[in-house]
């Protein structure tokens, strides 16, 4: 009956059959005895409750989390040199996008517990949020070398080299990880990884690299260095707007397929005409018949690939209002001028007079989820138009809000916390008035 034992979860050890897996030996991980009052215990159950009330209620989430972070501190000031209440405030703030006082809690519950892996994990997904990549892997690592159990530093360890398009890195410490458990995440990243790994199903591949791209396609090579050639000018354009940073080895790369039927079978969203897979790092469309439709989509959708590399968390209208702003581009002798984006003018220009658009406080500190829902055409128009003012009123007047804000989303402020700092100390009357006028005179 040995096998059918087995099978059952049974393991045999020294001449009896025992339930359950064989625990591995690992690294001690208890910290060092620390002396915790009742009341900070009371504290850190009443954090944990109000965390996991915060996972199920979306509607009240922030409100929860806020208490939670509340009741954590409280014990943290009642047990300063326990390592729990500093875990589980970093825990927290990375919820909530404070990632600096995330790491700052992290680094600290580290200190006074430095073999828990858990931890370290936390910490890696810190700098992963903050797309810190170089810091977080030997991070990942050392957790993994301290327990070669922890299913959630295989699984992070393999996004970031997916995000660096080291697949094959990724593949090994997901093959890894599965060894040891076979975890749901880990195998459909996993197999997100290997069919990446296979070759695209084209009779022909023309492959055209270029500084800062590598453009794949089954269309022909003068299509394919046309889409290169644009990406280039467009890539210049972002980088006049938003600031450089060292990117990875691999370049950019972009996939053109021939028809829609082979774009949508080979993994694209439904209802898209090009995505951009912020796992993978690659931005996926099909040639359309109209070159100009075509080159809204890879200006747009190419604008999410260029910021994700370093800011992987960035509010969402504030990132489909750039796209569209960098989709309204057209090009003019050797360079490409921002031009208001028609796909989203007119309806934009409906809502104000209907006055059925948003406030624009409301809609500058929507979540991803309510952007994305209810009337979402009008949510990406009116994101672009409120990005398009802000470059472009009065040669800039809103710019250096725009960038401040932008800079505080890179330094791991939520959006709530980065609009009041920028936004919320200007009169939001006025400039929306000014909004609505300047947004009405463009043709």
């Known amino acids: 009956h040995g096998p059918t034992r087995k099978a059952l979860g049974y393991r045999l050890e020294n001449g009896q059959w025992i339930k359950g897996e064989k625990k591995a030996k690992k690294e001690a991980t208890s910290p060092p005895s620390v002396q915790i009052p009742k009341k900070a215990k009371e504290y850190i159950q009443k954090g944990m409750d109000l965390f996991n009330e915060a996972k199920k209620d979306l509607k009240q989430q922030r409100k929860l989390l806020e208490k939670a972070i509340f009741y954590f501190k409280a014990a943290r000031n009642l047990a300063p040199n326990y390592y729990l209440p500093y875990f589980h405030l970093g825990v927290l703030y990375q919820w909530i996008r404070k990632f600096k006082d995330a790491k700052r809690n992290l680094e600290k519950a580290l200190s006074l517990n430095p073999h828990d892996s858990e931890i370290l994990v936390e910490l890696g997904d810190t700098y992963t949020w903050m797309a810190d990549y170089e810091k977080a892997i030997p991070i990942y690592q050392k957790a993994l070398k301290k327990d070669s159990h922890q299913i959630k530093g295989y699984y992070s360890l393999g996004l970031v080299y997916c995000r660096l398009r080291q697949f094959q890195k990724a593949k090994q410490i997901l093959e890894k990880g599965l060894a040891k458990k076979k975890d749901f995440r880990l195998y459909r990243l996993y197999l997100l990884v290997v069919n990446e790994l296979k070759p695209l199903p084209w009779k022909k591949k023309f492959t055209i690299s270029s500084k800062h791209y590598i453009v ?228």
């Not at 500058?364 to 672009?384: C, E, I, P, T, V």
């Not at 401040?404 to 939001?428: C, N, P, Q, S």
């Open 216 to 443: 794949y396609t089954n269309v022909s090579e003068e299509y394919g260095k046309t889409i290169s050639e644009h990406a280039e000018l467009i890539y210049w354009v972002y980088q006049r707007v938003f600031p450089k940073k060292k990117l990875y080895k691999d370049k950019f790369p972009i996939y053109v397929f021939a028809t829609w039927k082979e774009y949508m079978e080979n993994g694209a969203p439904r209802g898209t005409a090009g995505y951009f897979h912020p796992i993978l790092q690659k931005l996926a469309f099909y040639k359309q018949k109209d070159l100009d439709n075509t080159l809204t989509v890879l200006y747009h959708e190419g604008f999410h690939q260029y910021v994700h590399y370093y800011a992987p968390y960035i509010p969402s209208w504030f990132n489909e209002g750039n796209g569209d702003f960098f989709g309204g581009c057209r090009k003019e002798g050797n360079k490409l001028m921002i031009k208001p984006n028609k796909w989203r003018l007119g309806l934009i220009k409906r809502a104000i007079k209907n006055k059925t658009y948003l406030p624009l406080d409301k809609l500058m500190q929507m979540s991803k989820a309510q952007m994305y829902s209810g009337n979402r055409g009008l949510h990406y128009a009116q994101a672009w138009a409120i990005v398009y003012f802000f470059w472009m009123y009065q040669n800039g007047l809103y710019r250096p809000y725009l960038k401040k804000y932008f800079k505080l989303i890179r330094e791991g402020y939520g959006r709530i916390e980065a609009y009041h700092k920028t936004f919320g100390k200007v009169d939001m009357a006025s400039l929306e008035r000014a909004w609505k006028n300047y947004i009405l005179s463009l043709k």
